[in-house]
């Protein structure tokens, strides 16, 4: 069964949240474009855990 975009936004948001804000540079250095920020799928969020996993310290492990 797939997510809905919303499930997916709300999970993005809690990530995002972990590392304050997602700025340019978090776009250029994780790869993920502002249309698939905007509209996340579960690459998406796959690629968000892996960016800030290896870009802050600080950050919870996430699975599902």
């Known amino acids: 069964m797939d997510k809905s975009l919303e499930e ?8 995002v949240g972990e590392i304050g804000e997602f700025n340019e540079d978090d776009f250029a250095k994780s790869g993920i474009s502002l249309e698939e920020y905007t509209n996340p799928n579960a690459e ?7 960016y800030v996993n290896q870009e802050y310290d600080q950050v919870s492990i996430y699975s599902e």
């Open 8 to 15: 997916y936004r709300k999970e993005r948001d809690l990530i």
């Open 44 to 50: 998406t969020i796959k690629k968000l855990i892996e």
